[in-house]
């Protein structure tokens, strides 16, 4: 059956616009018209501690894309490419401004192996986690900006916004994420280790804002304020926390880019606590 790739969300045979979205489903294919190569499961393992690379063993003429400047070794028999994504010339440059709006390279770079296979390792750029994830066909998920690795070119690419004004300037994410729509297999990569939910209908989690990788697009997202003035000016965790409301499954990383920033800093004097002239400084700042 065919789908929008910007909601995932399934359309009957002959549709023309996505009844989620509105969105118009011209050049939207079914799940099974994908390359052959691009079909077939992925061969892969992960290795490392908190430097961990992806390791992709590539079957003959198989396929994957990645963030520019992810790549950290591959095979002769590998061949790759920079270039925009998208089919049609609009396409391309619609998606290259998207990602820009984002700060993302304008450009992917795609890998396809020869006759013989090949093999191909991507990481990430700071110490952290990488965590593949097997989307089904039209199923998505929502990814921090810098987190998207790599996948096999079944799967889209997309951005998506924040739907409340108070999570785009507070949650520490900003107004973009990464919309990945499946099918096929997808790396993502974060800070520190990673901790995995699947919440219940209703069910609620509060999270440090920033901490936050990935979450299913139902989960409701929005920023919940401290309470008391005491407790956000001093307690060391700023004035917000993201309340996540299932159902769905949610990612938290332990570590951000940005507290590694601020712990590695030639002026702190030490510790993790967050001072009152920093918390409210924060208001107007955002997490990586």
């Known amino acids: 059956m065919p ?28 799940a099974d018209t994908f390359d052959t190569s691009a079909q077939e499961p992925l061969e892969y393992s992960i290795q490392g501690d908190n430097l961990q690379v992806a390791r992709l063993k590539l079957k003959p003429y198989q396929q994957v894309y990645a963030e520019a400047g992810k790549m950290l070794y591959k095979t002769n028999a590998v061949n790759w490419e920079t270039r925009m994504s998208g089919a049609a010339l609009g396409d391309k440059i619609l998606g290259a401004l998207r990602r820009k709006l984002s700060g993302e390279s304008l450009f992917l770079t795609y890998f396809k192996a020869g006759a013989a296979g090949g093999e191909v390792g991507f990481a990430g750029n700071y110490p952290g986690k990488i965590q593949a994830i097997e989307l089904a066909a039209g199923q998505s998920i929502l ?7 790599a996948a096999q070119p079944s799967v889209n690419l997309t951005l998506a916004l924040v739907k409340k004004l ?5 949650g520490g994410e900003g107004f973009i994420l990464e919309k990945l729509i499946g099918p096929g297999t997808v790396f993502i990569h974060a800070g520190g280790d990673f901790v995995e939910f699947n919440l219940t209908p209703g069910q609620s989690l509060q999270v ?28 060391g965790e700023g004035m917000f926390l993201a309340n996540l409301t299932g159902p769905g499954r949610v990612i938290v ?30 208001i107007f700042s955002s997490e990586d």
């Open 3 to 30: 789908f929008c790739v910007s909601s995932g969300n399934n359309v009957p045979e002959g549709g023309r616009f996505c009844n989620r979205c509105g969105a118009p489903v011209t050049g939207a294919a079914p």
């Open 143 to 149: 990814v921090q900006r810098d987190g998207f690795l």
């Open 166 to 170: 108070g999570a785009g300037f507070f």
């Open 208 to 235: 440090d804002t920033g901490c936050l990788v990935a979450f299913e697009p139902s989960v409701d997202y929005d920023i919940q304020f401290v309470g008391g003035i005491k407790r956000a000016i001093f307690g």
């Open 253 to 282: 990383q332990s570590m951000t880019l940005q507290k590694m920033r601020r712990e590695l800093a030639p002026w702190r004097r030490g510790g993790d606590e967050r001072g009152p002239l920093s918390t409210f400084k924060d």
